[in-house]
């Protein structure tokens, strides 16, 4: 991601159908976007990708804790109006970076209670569900939801890119 692509990439997280799932749902102003993107510059283990398919952007991901045989999480979303399989396309894309290029030993992601297509994505992933942070999330409604932790290690995700 550069700095060009601070708009398009504001206004996905923005889109209601991203921020819902989000575990800060305000809406994001340009300055308030820009002090964050400076802020991940100056963090070494810090990656944000802009996910492109046939020359379009497609989706986000960011990444934290990069570093060869670290522990990191990631966080993403797929432009509202991506077509299906988008996630898929861009989480097996983000794995193969981070296992082989970069050599993270671990993935981690958290999921809030309701997110049934990002449950769904880490599984089809390989992602193991490593259990649940009950009520730990204070939504702006009141509402305590449930955290689902996933988690894949290098291990695992290279065993099933053998078959
Ligand atoms: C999560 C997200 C990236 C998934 O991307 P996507 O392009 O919608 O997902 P895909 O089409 O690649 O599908 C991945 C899997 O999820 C399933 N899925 C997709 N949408 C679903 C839904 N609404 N409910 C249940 N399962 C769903 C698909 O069937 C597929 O499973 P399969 O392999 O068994 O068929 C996307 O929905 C998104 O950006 N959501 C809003 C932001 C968000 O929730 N980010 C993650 C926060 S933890």
Same mark, same amino acid.
């Given at each position: 991601?550069? =700095? ?12 209601? =159908? !991203? ?31 802009? *996910? ?13 804790? !990069? ?33 082989? !290029? ?24 390989? *992602? ?26 290098? =291990? ?8």
């Amino acid at each position: 991601m550069r =700095a060009e692509d601070l708009p398009l990439v504001r206004a996905w997280r923005n889109h209601p =159908a !991203v921020r819902q799932h989000m575990f800060t749902t305000h809406e994001i102003t340009a300055e308030e976007h820009a002090q964050w993107f400076q802020r991940q510059q100056a963090d070494a283990t810090r990656r944000l990708y802009l *996910f492109e398919r046939d020359g379009r952007p497609q989706g986000f991901m960011h990444l934290s804790g !990069v570093q060869l045989g670290g522990v990191c999480e990631w966080g993403f979303y797929a432009a509202p109006d991506a077509p299906r399989g988008t996630g898929r396309a861009m989480g097996a894309a983000t794995l193969a970076e981070l296992f082989t !290029v970069e050599q993270v030993h671990k993935i981690c992601g958290q999921v809030l209670q309701g997110n049934a297509a990002s449950m769904r994505f880490h599984e089809t992933l390989g *992602f193991r569900p490593e259990g649940v942070l009950h009520q730990q999330h204070c939504s702006t409604d009141g509402r305590h939801l449930d955290v689902h932790c996933y988690g894949l290690l290098a =291990a695992d995700w290279r065993a099933s890119q053998t078959g």
